[in-house]
C-alpha cells in the first residue's frame, strides 16, 4: 500500500554496520571456499574454449566435421521425439479401443543379476561355548611340563580345584604343580605366611604381585622416542611389580635340568579373575595378553616366549560346577557374566559371608537391613543414579563384583591349622612334586618379595569365611549346554477374569434362595468332597485360602465394624 505524501525510508546504515556486514560476507565466501577445496571441487572458473586457433592446419576440416557432428546428434534427438510421438498416438488409439486409460506406467525389466556360487565357508567351533573351553584348557594341561595353578590370596583354598589337581598328577610325562600365591598387596602380611607354610606341605608356593599398568608395545615404542630430561619413574603401587625375577630364574634353573634341550613349556590355569594374563603380563613386560576385571576374556590358549628356554601357555579359565556353594559360584563362576545368576543374588551371597561393620567401614555407607539397601546406599554414594534420581542397584551391583573379583578390594581368609592331605595325594606324591626344584633360593626369593609388597593391615582387611576348593569341570562329557529355563507358576483362580461374567455369576448368587435348615444340616453332617481344581497353565491363577468368620475370630481382632453405619 503506498504511503501517500510520505517520503520512502532511508536505506543509509551506519558505517560500523556496513562493515560488519562486508566482513560477514567476506568470512562467508572464504567457508564457502574451503570447503570446495576440501571437496576437491575447482577454486577457479572453467577455462573458456577458445575454438580451434588461426594457425592450426586443416582448420576448415576440423570445423565442417565438428558441424557435422551437432548435426548428427540434433537428427538424433528429433527421432526420439517422433518416436514418442508416435507411442502416445497409439497409446491413445488403444484407450478408445478398449475404454481405459492406462495410467501404469510400463514396469522396466528387472537386470538379470549374475549369481556366482561360492563355496561354503566351513564354521569354526563356537569360542564361547562350554565345550571349547574345556577342550582348550585339556589342551594346555597336555602340552605343558609344569602346570602353574595360580591361587588369588585373598582366598587361595577357595580358587584350588581338586579335579584340574589330579588331571596334571594322572597325567604322565613327569609333569610337575606349581602353585602361585597372586594380589598379595592386598591381603595382610602374616596371612600370606600362613597360607606360604600351609600349601607348601604340598606343593613349592611362589608369591607374586602383578602390575597393573602394562603398556602395548607399540605405545611403549611411541613413548621411547620423545625422553625427557626430568623423566620420573612410575613407582607406584599399581605400576610396581614383584615376585617376577624370582618365578622366571626358578623356571629356568628347572629347565637346565632338563633331559632334552627344548624349551620348558609352562601352562597357567586357575579359575577367572585369579591373575593368570596378568602374569603372563608381568613376565613378560608388555601386554601380550588380554586381561580385565571382566571374567572370561581368554578363550583359548596362546603362547608367550618369556626367556630362551621358557614358555608360557595362557590358558581359558576352569569352569565351575553348578555343585558348588553360592558364596563360590558369586565370585568365580563364569555365570555371572552370562547371566545364569543375577548379580543381586550374589552379592546378597557374599553379604552374608562377611562382617557387617566392615562392610559400613570400607564402603563408606550406613547401616543397612538388607542387601537391596546396601546397593542403594551404594549406588547413592558412587553416583549410580536413572532418570529421575532413581539409584541404579544393578549398575551397583556389578561394581560390587568387580571389587571383590579384580585387583581393588582388600580381603582375607584364615588358613586351616589342621593341614591334612586330599583324597589323590600321598607322601610319595608330595616328594615327587618337590624333586627337582631349587627350594631353597624359592624360600629366598618369597621372603624378598614379601619385604617389597607393601601389604595392608589386619583391621583394614574384610575377614572371609572360606568355603573350601571349588570343584571345577574338565572333561567334555561332563559340560552340558544348559538352556535358561522359564518357570510357570500356576496359581488358581476361581472366578473367570471378564468382568461381564463376574457380574452375571453375582446376579445369579443373590437370585438364588437361601438353603433350608435340613439342607444346612445335611451339608454340616457330611460333607461333600469338592471337585478338584481345573488348572489353566495358560492363566494365572490364585489359590483361594480358608478365612475363619466365627464370632471368636471376630471379637479377637481390632477391625473395624462397617456394618454399625449401614444398619
Known amino acids: 500500500m503506498k504511503r501517500p505524501k510520505l517520503k520512502k525510508a532511508s536505506k543509509r546504515v551506519s558505517c560500523s554496520q556496513r562493515y560488519k556486514i562486508q566482513k560477514k560476507v567476506k568470512d562467508h565466501t572464504r567457508k564457502l571456499r574451503k570447503e570446495l577445496k576440501k571437496k576437491g571441487g575447482a577454486s577457479k572458473r572453467p577455462k573458456k574454449d577458445l575454438g580451434v586457433p588461426n594457425s592450426a592446419p586443416f582448420k576448415e576440416e576440423v570445423l565442417r566435421e565438428a558441424e557435422q557432428r551437432r548435426q548428427e546428434i540434433d537428427e538424433i534427438k528429433d527421432k526420439k521425439k517422433q518416436a514418442k510421438k508416435v507411442e502416445r498416438a497409439q497409446k491413445r488409439k488403444r484407450e478408445k479401443v478398449t475404454g481405459k486409460k492406462e ?121 621411547s622416542r620423545i625422553v625427557a630430561s626430568n623423566e620420573v619413574l612410575d613407582r607406584s603401587r599399581a605400576a610396581a611389580c614383584s615376585g617376577n625375577v624370582c618365578l622366571s630364574e626358578f623356571l629356568s634353573s628347572y629347565a637346565t635340568k632338563m633331559e632334552n634341550e627344548a624349551q620348558l613349556k609352562v601352562g597357567v590355569v586357575g579359575f577367572p579373575n585369579v591373575g593368570k594374563s ?153 616328594a615327587e612334586m618337590q624333586t627337582g626344584w631349587d627350594l631353597d633360593s624359592l624360600k629366598t626369593g618369597n621372603e624378598g618379595t614379601l619385604k617389597d609388597v607393601k601389604c595392608p593391615s589386619q583391621a583394614g582387611s574384610i575377614g572371609l569365611t572360606s568355603k573350601g576348593p571349588t570343584a571345577g569341570l574338565l572333561r567334555v562329557e561332563d559340560v552340558t549346554e544348559e538352556k535358561p529355563l522359564l518357570r510357570v507358576v500356576e496359581i488358581f483362580v476361581g472366578k473367570p477374569a471378564d468382568a461381564a461374567s463376574e457380574r452375571a455369576e453375582q446376579n445369579d448368587e443373590k437370585n438364588q434362595p437361601e438353603p433350608t435348615p435340613e439342607e444346612v444340616t445335611e451339608a454340616n453332617g457330611t460333607q461333600a468332597e469338592e471337585p478338584p481344581i481345573k488348572r489353566n497353565p495358560g492363566r494365572v491363577q490364585f489359590e483361594s485360602v480358608p478365612v475363619d468368620m466365627s464370632v471368636s475370630a471376630a471379637s479377637t481382632g481390632d477391625a473395624y465394624d462397617f456394618n454399625t453405619d449401614f444398619n
Open 278 to 430: 596378568s602374569l603372563i603380563n608381568s613376565m613378560k613386560g608388555i601386554l601380550a595378553c588380554n586381561a580385565g576385571v571382566k571374567r572370561g576374556i581368554t578363550k583359548s590358549m596362546q603362547e608367550v616366549h618369556i626367556l630362551k628356554n621358557v614358555k608360557l601357555i595362557d590358558s581359558p579359565g576352569i569352569m565351575a560346577a553348578p555343585s558348588n556353594p553360592p558364596a563360590s559360584m558369586a565370585l568365580r563362576s563364569l555365570q555371572v557374566e552370562e547371566g545364569g545368576v543375577s548379580a543381586h543374588e550374589a552379592v546378597r551371597t557374599l553379604l552374608k559371608q562377611c562382617d557387617h561393620s566392615q562392610i559400613m567401614l570400607q564402603y563408606n555407607v550406613s547401616d543397612f537391613r538388607n542387601s537391596l539397601e546396601f546397593l542403594t546406599l551404594l549406588a547413592k554414594k558412587r553416583g549410580y543414579l536413572q532418570k529421575g534420581g532413581v539409584p541404579n542397584a544393578e549398575q551397583a551391583s556389578t561394581a560390587f563384583l568387580d571389587d571383590w573379583t579384580g585387583a581393588k578390594l582388600s580381603y582375607h581368609c584364615k588358613a586351616s591349622e589342621n593341614h591334612d592331605l586330599p583324597a589323590y595325594m600321598s607322601a610319595a606324591v608330595v
Open 103 to 223: 495410467t501404469e506406467p510400463k514396469a522396466k525389466k528387472p537386470l538379470q543379476e549374475v549369481v556366482v556360487e561360492q563355496p561354503e565357508k566351513e564354521l569354526g567351533p563356537d569360542k564361547g561355548s562350554k565345550q571349547y573351553l574345556c577342550a582348550e584348557l585339556n589342551k594346555v594341561i597336555d602340552a605343558s611340563d609344569v602346570v602353574i595353578e595360580v591361587l588369588d590370596a585373598r582366598d587361595p583354598m577357595g580358587c584350588r580345584c581338586p579335579q584340574l589337581e589330579e588331571a596334571v598328577l594322572q597325567r604322565g610325562g613327569n609333569k610337575k604343580l606349581l602353585l602361585v600365591l597372586s594380589k598379595i598387596d592386598l591381603v595382610p602380611k602374616e596371612n600370606v605366611e600362613k597360607w606360604i607354610q600351609c600349601l607348601q606341605l604340598e606343593f613349592p608356593v611362589v608369591v607374586f604381585k602383578a602390575s597393573q599398568q602394562i603398556q602395548d608395545k607399540t605405545v611403549r615404542a611411541r613413548k
